[in-house]
């Protein structure tokens, strides 16, 4: 399991930090990066590079692996100490907390700073990547050098998302970015699924909810895995989160996702409130009047009967 490099990190220091630094740099070029190499990469020298390395593998923060070579690269905890000094040294973050939510691709942690943020890792890829590398001999790099890529990739597609989308469309601060993590405001609140409405919030929330992603529409984006875990209700109303796969409005495939999003949202609340929820939204009128900006409730799409 992946473990939080966030109690290590005080015992890092600048060197440590150049050689993971050297690391990753070599990883754009190969998997796995010559011990020979990794002087230059980290402007280090030699002598240096062997005992930095010695700590990083110590700490298991980078991996070693001897095939015709002997190579090092980072593992996502060495990845995750590159991105949380980094936000550490400009001061986005000052104090790490408490796991906040361990999901497939993400570990989300409370952290500090003025007031509590939250810190996003992504880890998309990394299962796959696995499953890939145990069919395949690891000299071929492509593959490998992916789940960073991927985990980078999908964090800066939230941060755009996050920075598009605040403050317009109910969703939480963006504070920061850097490689495969984001800072964000902390949002309070539960998780949909875990909640039990009163009848008379349910149609108003469920509104309000749709709304969102008509809002978020007009901004230029569908989020395309909206579901019942990735949204917060709490006393001021509803947040939206968890945006990697947002997809822009002008994608060929974007109405089909905002009609999916919109099939999702509908399908939960009809499941869970099915006195309350009419049984027969034409799902796909209602997602055409929030791509048109026309939505209001609905019940308008729907009979009740
Ligand atoms: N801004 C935030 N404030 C507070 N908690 C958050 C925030 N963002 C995420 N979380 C928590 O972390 C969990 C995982 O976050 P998110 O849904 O964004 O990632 P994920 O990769 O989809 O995880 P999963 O696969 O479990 O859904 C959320 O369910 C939520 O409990
Ligand atoms: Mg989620």
């Known amino acids: 399991m992946v473990q939080n490099v966030a109690g290590m990190l005080a015992e890092l220091e600048a060197e440590d930090f150049h050689l993971l630094s050297g690391v990753e740099q070599g990883m754009r070029f190969s998997e796995w990066v010559a011990r020979e190499k990794i002087p230059e990469f980290s402007r280090l020298t030699p002598e240096e590079v062997d005992y930095r390395l010695d700590r990083c593998l110590d700490r298991e923060l980078i991996e070693r692996k001897t095939i015709q070579y002997e190579g090092y690269r980072l593992k996502f905890e060495g990845y995750d100490a590159l991105a949380l000094h980094t936000f550490a040294e400009r001061e986005s973050i000052e104090g790490f907390g408490a796991p906040l939510g361990v999901g497939k691709e993400s570990d989300v942690y409370e952290v500090q700073s003025y007031k509590p943020l939250a810190l996003k890792y992504h880890r998309e890829g990394y299962t796959n990547f696995r499953e890939v590398m145990k069919e395949r001999d690891y000299t071929s790099d492509r593959e490998h050098v992916s789940w960073f890529y991927t985990a980078r990739k999908a964090a800066?597609?939230?941060?755009?998302?996050?920075?598009?989308?605040?403050?317009?469309?109910?969703?939480?601060?963006?504070?920061?970015?850097?490689?495969?993590?984001?800072?964000?405001?902390?949002?309070?609140?539960?998780?949909?699924?875990?909640?039990?409405?009163?009848?008379?919030?349910?149609?108003?929330?469920?509104?309000?909810?749709?709304?969102?992603m008509g809002d978020?529409?007009?901004?230029?984006?569908?989020?395309?895995?909206?579901?019942?875990?990735?949204?917060?209700?709490?006393?001021?109303?509803?947040?939206?989160?968890?945006?990697?796969q947002a997809t822009p409005t002008d994608h060929e495939n974007a109405d089909e996702f905002l009609e999916r999003d919109v099939d999702n949202v509908v399908g939960y609340f009809r499941r869970k409130y099915p006195r309350l929820v009419p049984d027969d939204v034409d799902t796909a009128a209602l997602a055409s009047a929030l791509a048109a900006g026309e939505f209001e409730t609905v019940r308008e799409y729907g009979s009740g009967e």
């Open 216 to 244: 978020a529409y007009e901004k230029g984006y569908v989020h395309a895995d909206m579901s019942e875990y990735n949204v917060f209700v709490n006393t001021e109303g509803i947040t939206i989160f968890d945006w990697p």
């Open 156 to 212: 800066e597609r939230e941060y755009d998302a996050l920075e598009a989308l605040y403050p317009d469309v109910k969703v939480p601060r963006p504070i920061d970015h850097n490689r495969h993590a984001i800072v964000m405001e902390k949002i309070d609140g539960v998780e949909l699924s875990r909640t039990k409405l009163e009848d008379e919030q349910v149609v108003p929330i469920l509104d309000l909810i749709l709304a969102e």
